[in-house]
C-alpha cells in the first residue's frame, strides 16, 4: 500500500508533463495546465501532506526545466498552490461540483501568481499578450478536466472515489 502511494502519484504527474510539454503545447486553443490540475488534485488523495509538496516542486521544476521559464520560477508557483491546496482540501468533500470549481479557483491563483512572479523576473508575464486568455481559459479547461481526473486518480491512488456522488 505504501508503495502504491508514492509509485501511482508519480506517475500521474509523469503523465502530466509529458502530455503538456508535447501534445497540449502544440495546440492554442486547448490550454489546461496538466501539472497544476494533478498537483491540485493530489491534496484530495491519501498522498500525505509532504508528498503532495515535494511532487509539486518536483512538477514544477521538471516543467522549468523543459521550458524557457527561469529555473524554479513554476516549482515556487506549484509548491504555493500545492500548499494552499492540502490546506483547503478538506472543504471540498461535498461533490464534484465544489471540486471542479476549487480546481478552477487554485489554477486562476496559480496562473495568476506566474505572472506577477514572472513580471518580477523578467519572463513578461504581465506585459506579454495573451494573457486574459491565460487567466480565462486555462482555469475554465483544469475546471472541466477535473470531472474526469479527479476521479480517476482519487481511484488508483486511494483505491476510493471520495467527495463524488
Not at 518536483?58 to 516549482?75: I, P, Q, W
Not at 490546506?87 to 506566474?114: E, Q, S, Y
Request: charged fraction near 10%; include cysteine; hydrophobic fraction near 60%.
Amino acid at each position: 500500500m505504501r508503495l502504491r502511494l508514492l509509485l501511482v502519484p508519480l506517475a500521474c504527474l509523469v503523465v502530466a508533463v509529458i502530455l503538456q510539454t508535447t501534445l497540449f503545447s502544440r495546440f492554442s486553443f486547448v490550454t489546461p495546465d496538466l501539472v497544476l490540475l494533478v498537483i491540485i488534485l493530489l491534496a484530495t488523495t491519501d498522498l500525505p501532506r509532504e508528498g503532495v509538496l515535494v511532487m509539486a516542486f518536483s512538477g514544477g521544476l521538471v516543467v522549468d526545466m523543459l521550458g524557457s521559464t527561469a529555473l524554479g520560477l513554476r516549482a515556487a508557483v506549484f509548491t504555493v498552490i500545492g500548499y494552499v491546496a492540502v490546506k483547503t482540501a478538506h472543504r471540498v468533500d461535498i461533490g464534484p461540483l465544489a471540486t471542479a470549481l476549487w480546481v478552477a479557483a487554485l489554477t486562476l491563483a496559480g496562473v495568476a501568481l506566474f505572472l506577477v512572479i514572472g513580471t518580477l523576473f523578467g519572463q513578461g508575464g504581465l506585459v506579454s499578450t495573451g494573457i486574459g486568455r491565460r487567466l480565462i481559459f486555462v482555469p475554465l479547461s483544469n475546471l472541466v478536466l477535473s470531472f474526469v481526473v479527479a476521479p480517476l486518480m482519487n481511484r488508483l491512488i486511494s483505491g476510493k472515489v471520495r467527495g463524488l456522488l
